[in-house]
């Protein structure tokens, strides 16, 4: 992400004179590069996952903490305004989630406006992925008669002006006729209802997260103390966002004011929260990890220059305070990268291994490689896919009902799902290329992703051997054949047997599974003539498909 500065704005708020050159080294130093300088303006690229950083506020807040200004836990006095916001029943299934702050004295001219503007974009297209999961709304707080109402509307009976417009409009005429409604309209067009927020004198503040309206949602230079709404579904990325753009008009002189939002279900959410959170790691794992000998002093002093709070808690045991802001830290190591990084790169000092080593191909990609050549051997061509895949492919189409690992907020359903099999993959291969000549003998060497909750990552990556044949006619005694042959050159001779099994992929007594050393590795049969209806192919079609345990039990 760029972020474009003013250069003496950015110093102003470091409250340090450094020269370019001098700025240049610490934003590399802290993982943030210097673009392009024209005359007063500073392009800086920052860390996709540093997105507290995306505004000038930011920068000049990490580069403060990392010279010694301003080091450890930036502490933010939030004081409690008595307000509150009131949230309908019937968001739930809509956009169920909304956290506010009221800041007060802020500054307020053309170039500041631009900037508060931008944060919020730039906000709401990262971290709110595109307004889906997040968006942002600035309003004028004295403007506002509280409490705040959040509830669902009818889209005909919405009815207000949108930012940059001077009409009237109704909700559907906004999702047509605005700018932001034909980009972000379809967030929210599917459901009956659509979110509303208005205050207690019935003046509307927005349709989130689409547009804000024209008189409460327009900054001026005039403008002393703003009203901050995140509405969402996905609560800590809501509560991420306010605290992000909170922190960040706290650094202009702003003065923080909480508000309570109030649920259908009579729950309460006093927003913003900026209690840190908290992260014991061992020193023995951060001097492992990082390779430094550094004492608690040092790893502590690295920690503060980074923004961190940190104290020894145990013997050999660090606890660590994360600002609410940096929504990044999910793991120990993460922070470890922290302290390397406050420590400083500039100050490592090179050195020659202790050992010399020499790489060597991975047992599993040498049996991938190895299936290959012995494929290819058979007759087949290779086919390489992608590891995302639609659900439609890997359940609809085969009849299945398998548990599948899903993304969030997908560009596309075609790409929405991590496959858990490779037969899916090969029909729906073969059904596009049935224009080819006959028979068709193709495979595919690569990982599924099964969900598996005993595992740290929550899923277990398995290489697979699948590969089919289609043609007028299909002989699955010689598939038989030629598994046995690809088996037997992967060293699993006398390992491995075919027991006869029903399968719902294959044809009934057409099928069996692969068992070696006891265990089900894989199965083969005619594929079943509803699923190639469902793929479309036209002639018959054996198939097969392998796991290869990572354990790299088959090379005992």
């Known amino acids: 992400m760029i972020v474009e500065c003013r250069i003496d704005d950015l110093l102003s708020l470091i409250g340090k004179k450094l020269t370019l050159e001098q700025l240049e080294d610490m934003l590399f130093l802290i993982k943030a590069e210097v673009e392009k300088i024209e005359g007063n303006i500073i392009e800086i690229e920052v860390n996709p996952d540093r997105q507290d950083m995306l505004s000038t506020e930011g920068i000049a807040r990490a580069v403060r903490s990392f010279i010694g200004l301003d080091s450890g ?3 933010y006095t939030v004081k409690k ?29 053309d170039e500041l406006i631009k900037e508060y503007m931008h944060l919020q974009d730039a906000l709401t297209s990262t971290h709110g992925r595109n307004r889906s999961k997040a968006s942002i709304g600035l309003y004028v707080y004295d403007d506002l008669k509280f409490p ?15 930012l940059g417009f001077e009409v009237e409009m109704d909700g559907p005429t906004i999702l047509t006729d605005h700018e932001k409604g034909v980009e972000f309209g379809p967030i929210i067009k599917r459901h009956k209802k659509w979110p509303l927020l208005y205050d207690s004198s019935n003046q509307v503040l927005s349709l989130p997260p689409i547009i804000n309206s024209n008189s409460l949602g327009r900054m001026t230079t005039e403008t002393k103390n703003l009203f901050v709404e995140v509405t ?7 509560h991420q966002a306010l605290n992000i753009i909170t922190a960040s008009l706290a650094e202009r002189g702003g003065k923080i004011e909480s508000m309570t939002v109030v649920y259908p279900d009579g729950s309460t959410d006093e927003t913003p929260d900026f209690n840190p959170e908290k992260m014991t790691l061992k020193i023995e ?3 492992a990890l990082i390779g430094l000998d550094l004492t608690e002093d040092e790893i502590i002093q690295a920690l503060g220059r980074i923004g961190y709070g940190a104290k020894v808690v145990k013997t050999k045991q660090i606890q660590v305070l994360i600002p609410k802001f940096r929504m990044d830290i999910l793991h120990p190591v993460d922070i470890m ?21 020499t790489g060597k191909i991975n047992p599993v990609t040498r049996i991938k490689n190895k299936v290959r050549d012995l494929m290819v051997g058979l007759g087949y061509h290779e086919v390489m896919s992608y590891i995302m895949t639609s659900p439609d492919l ?14 969030e907020n997908p560009k596309s359903r075609n790409y929405s799902v991590l496959r858990n099999s490779l037969l899916p993959i090969l029909l729906d291969f073969t059904s596009q290329n049935q224009h080819a000549d006959y028979p068709q003998k193709i495979f595919e060497v690569g990982d599924v992703v099964i969900p598996d909750e005993s595992k740290e990552t929550r899923v277990d990556q398995v290489p697979s051997i699948c590969g089919l044949e289609t043609d007028v006619k299909v002989n699955i005694t010689k598939l038989m054949s030629e598994i046995g042959f690809l088996l037997r050159n992967l060293g699993l001779e006398e390992r491995f047997t075919f027991e006869s099994e029903k399968n719902l992929d294959y044809i009934e007594g057409r099928s069996a599974s692969i068992i070696v ?4 590795w894989g199965t083969f049969g005619e594929v079943s003539p509803k699923i190639l209806s469902n793929f479309g192919i036209g002639y018959p079609l054996v198939a097969f498909e392998i796991f290869i345990p990572r354990n790299m039990d088959w090379l005992k």
């Not at 705040?148 to 949108?162: A, D, L, R, S």
């Not at 969402?232 to 809501?238: C, D, E, F, Q, R």
């Not at 922290?338 to 050195?351: C, H, K, Q, S, V």
């Open 73 to 75: 836990l930036k502490n």
């Open 81 to 109: 305004s008595g307000k509150q916001i009131i949230v309908k029943p019937g968001l739930s299934k809509i956009r169920p989630f909304i956290c506010c702050s009221i800041i007060k004295g802020i500054p307020a001219d």
């Open 148 to 162: 705040i109402i959040y509830g669902p509307q009818t889209p005909e009976k919405i009815k207000f002006v949108p």
């Open 232 to 238: 969402g579904t996905h609560l800590p990325t809501v």
């Open 285 to 287: 794992d951060i001097i």
């Open 337 to 357: 990268e922290d302290i390397a990084i406050g420590y400083g790169f500039d100050n490592l000092e090179p050195a020659m291994p202790q050992t010399m080593t």
């Open 394 to 407: 890997l359940n609809d189409k085969v009849l299945r009902d398998r548990p599948v690992m899903t993304t």
């Open 517 to 520: 050393d006891g265990n089900k």
